[in-house]
């Protein structure tokens, strides 16, 4: 059995939020990191902090999720140097827009469906045969309290959340009579660049979101995502709904003022 500190994670989308801050805690605890956004700069300049404060080996690499081209030549770079990661957290994700359906913006539907849905597609499958072969692993999916409970104007984003469900399941079915373990931790409110992304840049808009009550951090949410990772091997927790206390359904919440 692997100790958490002498494995590897590949992170998808660490340049921000919940993928920076399970970069912070992973590296914190000893585990060598790979990190992809498409944002360089962000990479560069996490990664110096991370070595700053002692991190093991980290690498970066500027890798769209959408684009399977990319993904696949990133991870073949990866086998090549023997750099397999133990464990992949696929977080890359984003909403675009907040409209009904018969409002929509088609290209908004593109983006998240290419991403969320595609993009994990092309993480997992560029990357699982090698885990696969080498008999050990651990795929983590970010899925969202969207995933498990529609609300209203949240159609095609919670469409893809559904789906990352449905692909975790799926993925855990498909490994049958493999030790790779298949997780998916579904959060609720998190205070991360999300909601900037999904109201196209609105600051104002975005603070909203999240008035009147406490909503969880990227780091609540790489605390519930380091402890999945680090279970020992023959424990798996398949799905965790983590949400702030104050959030009682995926759109009920205890807001003060
Ligand atoms: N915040 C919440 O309330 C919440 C709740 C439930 C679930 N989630 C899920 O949590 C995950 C992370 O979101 P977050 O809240 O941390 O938002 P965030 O701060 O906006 O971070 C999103 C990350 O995804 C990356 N990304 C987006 N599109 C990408 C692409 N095509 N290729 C590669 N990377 C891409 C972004 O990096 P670049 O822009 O540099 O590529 C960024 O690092 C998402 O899957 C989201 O759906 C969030």
Not at 31 to 46: E, S, Y
């Amino acid at each position: 059995m692997t100790r958490i500190d002498e494995k590897r994670v590949l992170i998808t989308g660490a340049s921000s939020g919940i993928g920076a801050a399970c970069a912070r805690r992973f590296a914190r605890e000893g585990v060598d990191v790979i990190l992809w956004a498409r944002r360089l700069d962000r990479l560069q300049q996490l990664a110096r902090e991370l070595q700053m404060a002692g991190a093991g080996d980290v690498r970066i690499q500027q890798v769209d999720v959408r684009d399977r081209a990319a993904v696949n030549a990133a991870a073949a770079s990866l086998v090549e140097e023997g750099a397999i990661p133990h464990i992949i957290i696929n977080n890359a994700g984003l909403a675009a827009g907040f409209d009904f359906v018969q409002d929509g913006d088609p290209e908004d539907w593109d983006r998240m469906i290419d991403t969320n849905v595609k993009g994990l597609l092309n993480v997992t499958r560029s990357l699982l045969p090698s885990l696969i072969r080498l008999g050990r692993g651990h795929i983590i999916n970010i899925g969202s309290t969207a995933g498990h409970m529609m609300y209203p104007r949240g159609n095609v984003y919670a469409a893809t959340k559904y789906a990352v469900r449905a692909l975790t399941e799926g993925i855990n079915l498909d490994v049958q009579g493999t030790p790779i373990r298949v997780s998916s931790i579904d959060p609720g409110f998190v205070e991360t660049e999300f909601s900037v992304v999904r109201f196209g840049g609105d600051r104002e808009r975005a603070d909203r979101v999240y008035e009147g009550f406490r909503p969880l951090s990227g780091d609540d949410v790489s605390d519930a995502v380091f402890y999945v990772a680090a279970l020992p091997e023959h424990v798996n927790i398949l799905d965790l709904v983590v949400v702030p206390t104050a959030q009682r359904n995926v759109y009920v919440v205890d807001r003060k003022g």
